[in-house]
């Protein structure tokens, strides 16, 4: 029987022990406050900067100045296998979105490693090949903001550049058929 790596084990053991009630209760929890103040730190990597529409080419943005009308957020960890099984969906899905000429003008998707250093999130990028940008959690802004939540977690954001943003969905675990999802994204915004 293969062994748990110690490290493994502690994340699943903080993991149990943080999950607030209401994740366990099913309740929604309004992520709007947590998710305005979350600052990320500006991608070195060019073609992501221009993916995402960034001018700055250092210190940290926050989730506003990404241009677009609307912004898929995938929350993983490096640590988690549902994330782990799920990455080649989501490698999907922004495939779907790319090859969909109304959604692809208009939807942007990130991922943010929860907890996760630059250095895990560059190990979870090399063996699943995101072609999305990926964030770090260097300051520990997301694991703080977001503690509890369910892995991989998804939010999907209406943003209006320099304004305020409208949380259009919120929920934990992935999904099983990255058309359909982004089939239902398009509804929920009126893409077409």
Not at 64 to 85: G, R, W
Not at 144 to 171: D, H, M, Q
């Amino acid at each position: 029987m293969e062994k748990i790596p110690i490290r493994v084990f502690v994340v699943l053991v903080f993991i149990l022990i943080t999950t607030p009630a209401w994740a366990a209760s099913g309740e929604e929890k309004d992520f709007t406050g947590p998710l305005k103040a979350l600052k990320l730190i500006v991608p070195e990597d060019a073609a992501q900067r221009a993916y995402l529409g960034i001018e700055a080419k250092s210190g940290e943005i926050s989730l506003n100045t990404i241009k677009a009308d609307i912004l898929v957020i995938e929350i993983f960890s490096m640590y988690c296998p549902h994330c782990q099984k799920h990455a080649p969906v989501a490698n999907q899905f922004f495939a779907a979105i790319e090859k969909n000429k109304a959604a692809r003008d208009r939807i942007r998707m990130i991922g943010i490693g929860v907890g996760n250093s630059p250095y895990e999130v560059g190990i979870f990028k090399e063996k699943y090949s995101p072609p999305f940008p990926l964030f770090d959690d260097r300051n520990s802004a997301v694991v703080n903001a977001f503690s509890g939540i369910v892995t991989p977690y998804y939010f999907i954001l209406r943003l209006e550049e320099g304004k305020a943003f409208e949380v259009l969905y919120s929920k934990g675990g992935g999904y099983t058929d990255a058309e359909e999802f982004l089939g239902m994204i398009m509804d929920l915004t009126g893409i077409k």
